[in-house]
């Protein structure tokens, strides 16, 4: 009975807020439905009489629930009040209380009465509530760089107890300091339900870098933390620099489209420019960037751009379009004289250094090609190819060297076993010259290269013979004769005129006797019989072949 006592006691003075340790709690939740236990659910004595639930009523004084007879099935609840339909009695005595809120906050208490005593369990019920899910509202449209704004208000409604709110920027606390961040909290009582509402409000001055920084509210409870949405705010500031970019692909040549693009670092970012373009002011409204099309070496200069509302905000930028002429003289094809005087004439016309290289047939050649005189192996493709950042021209002629045929060398020489001679017609001229003999020779060889013919004939004379070698093309013809003696006899003579194929000048006044009209008409007349002849000899020459082959 002492202990009993003292617990009541002890728990109308938790009524009044003082600290209760003894009288046993037990905690419910909110619209559930909440066990009382009696006595910790210890059993019965046996000669119980009745169980009786009783409640402290708002007054202080104490008001009964229910009674248990012992000896009965039914308990007969005794409330008048809103717990006649919510309570009801456990078979182990607990006390079950129906949609629990916050008046069950409350002490209750379970009196036994057997034989010739009774006994008194009095015990504490809490009721909590979790918020519902922290809400962020009253938001900012935007923040101002630097100035202190309300931010939102965080609020935690309807818990039991109430709960408490903390804000984060990244996922880091933010704790007020009065100046950058202010944090007022306040706490509410909805009078109908006796839940409890926290309301907090963020005052915070942004920075530049809080343009997609997330801010969070926390609602820290017993039962649940819980996290509202992630909030992000425009951060308005505005520009303190301007820059010019241009957009094009490096370097940039003549044809290029290039577009400026005005940058300013404020927010929201301006919407309107003006562009310097060769100075020329040119508005841009809704756009901050505009395009040079086709540019030409022209283009090349300084741009600014600048605010539309602020002048004296500006930035520029220099344009080089880089740019290279190419002209060449002679161009196509060139036909040439031999020993003709050809200038070739290169001009280019740059926006920087260029690099010139000259090919020959795809050849690298050193330099540049001069011809003083014209040679047969001057003759090809030349290409001169020149390049300036980025760009590359290039111009070529085909140089074509023709000239009418010369004999440079007729030379003889005996063969290896001494049984022939072997004659060689060494001529320049192009287009190729035809060669012909006076003789009739075997083992005929032919090349030609760089205007240059060389033609080879075997002959085994007979007795002492005057060769003559004959050449000619479109442009004309040229012929030389050289003394061959019979094998046996002159040996030594011939050592000593090897190579002494001459000029037949004695017949007549002057060089143009190698034209002496009877020798042409002499040669003539063998090139006619020689060519037979060799077309002749060329068809046997496949006969046998084919022969061979069958
Ligand atoms: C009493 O009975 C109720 C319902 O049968 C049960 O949920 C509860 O755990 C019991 N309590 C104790 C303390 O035994
Ligand atoms: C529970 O109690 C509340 C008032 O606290 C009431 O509005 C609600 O209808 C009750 N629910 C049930 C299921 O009785
Ligand atoms: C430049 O822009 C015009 C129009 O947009 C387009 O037709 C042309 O192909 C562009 N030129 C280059 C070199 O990109
Ligand atoms: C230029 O401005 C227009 C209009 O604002 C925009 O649609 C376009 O994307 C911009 N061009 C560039 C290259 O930024
Ligand atoms: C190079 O420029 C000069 C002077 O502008 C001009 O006279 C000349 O014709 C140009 N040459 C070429 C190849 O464009
Ligand atoms: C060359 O040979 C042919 C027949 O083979 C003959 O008709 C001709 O007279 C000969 N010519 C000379 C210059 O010996
Ligand atoms: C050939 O010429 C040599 C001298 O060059 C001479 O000695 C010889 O008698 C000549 N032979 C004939 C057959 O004319
Ligand atoms: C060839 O020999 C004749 C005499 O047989 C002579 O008159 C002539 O000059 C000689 N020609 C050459 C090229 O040696």
Redesign the pocket.
């Known amino acids: 009975m002492m202990d009993l006592n003292v617990c009541f006691f002890r728990c109308l003075i938790t009524a009044t807020m003082l600290l209760q340790v003894r009288c046993k709690t037990v905690t419910g939740l909110y619209g559930q439905t909440i066990e009382v236990p009696c006595n910790n659910g210890a059993s019965k004595p046996d000669d119980l009489i009745f169980t009786k639930w009783k409640y402290e009523m708002e007054d202080g004084t104490s008001g009964d629930l229910l009674v248990k007879q012992a000896h009965k099935d039914e308990a007969q609840i005794k409330a008048l009040d809103g717990y006649k339909d919510r309570v009801s009695i456990a078979a182990n005595f607990s006390l079950m209380i129906q949609n629990a809120s916050m008046v069950d906050q409350r002490t209750f208490t379970c009196m036994v009465v057997y034989g010739s005593n009774l006994d008194e369990h009095p015990i504490n019920v809490l009721v909590y509530k979790k918020p519902l899910p922290p809400q962020i509202r009253d938001k900012a449209k935007e923040l101002e760089n630097g100035k202190l704004t309300q931010l939102g208000v965080c609020v935690a409604a309807a818990a039991n107890p109430a709960a408490e709110i903390e804000w984060s920027k990244n996922g880091a606390v933010l704790v007020s300091d009065d100046k950058n961040v202010v944090i007022t909290t306040t706490m509410a009582v909805d009078p109908t339900n006796s839940l409890s509402t926290t309301t907090s409000s963020l005052l915070y001055a942004a920075v530049k870098g809080d343009v997609d920084a997330k801010f969070t509210c926390k609602s820290k409870h017993v039962i649940q933390t819980q996290l509202s949405h992630a909030e992000t705010f425009a951060v308005h500031y505005p520009t303190e620099k301007l820059s010019l970019q241009v957009l094009a692909t490096v370097p940039i040549i003549e044809g290029d489209n290039v577009t400026l693009k005005c940058k300013a670092d404020g927010n929201p970012p301006p919407t309107s420019f003006i562009f310097t373009i060769k100075g020329q002011k040119v508005t841009v409204k809704e756009s901050d960037n505009y395009t040079l099309q086709g540019v030409t070496r022209y283009n090349t200069g300084d741009y600014k751009c600048s605010l539309a509302d602020d002048s004296k905000m500006e930035a520029s930028e220099r344009i080089v379009v880089n740019y290279l002429d190419l002209s060449l003289s002679p161009t196509g094809r060139v036909l040439k004289t031999f020993g003709d005087n050809l200038v070739v004439k290169m001009e280019q016309n740059s926006s920087g250094d260029a690099k010139v290289s000259w090919t020959k047939d795809n050849v690298k050649l050193d330099r540049a090609p001069t011809f003083k005189t014209v040679k047969y192996s001057d003759e090809g493709v030349y290409v001169c190819a020149v390049s300036v950042a980025g760009i590359k021209r290039s111009e070529k002629f085909h140089l074509e060297v023709e000239g009418k045929p010369v004999i440079k060398r007729l030379t003889k020489e005996r063969s290896v076993d001494g049984t022939h001679k072997i004659l060689t017609c060494e001529a320049e001229g192009a287009p190729q010259p035809s060669v012909q003999w006076s003789v009739n020779g075997t083992d005929e060889k032919n090349t030609y290269a760089n205007g240059k013919a060389i033609h080879q004939i075997t002959v085994v004379p007979s007795g ?1 013979l ?1 060769v003559t070698c004959f050449v000619t093309n479109k442009l004309g013809d040229d012929f030389m ?3 061959v003696t019979t094998l046996n006899k002159e040996e030594k003579l011939e050592k000593k005129g090897e190579q ?3 000029r ?1 000048q ?1 017949k007549g006044p002057g060089k143009p006797e190698r034209r002496n009209p009877e020798h042409l008409k002499k040669a003539r007349s063998w090139r006619r019989t020689t060519t037979e002849c060799r077309e002749s000899r060329v068809i046997g020459l496949l006969e046998t072949k084919e022969g061979r082959s069958s």
């Open positions: 002492n005057t004769a050289i003394n002494d194929g001459r037949i004695d």
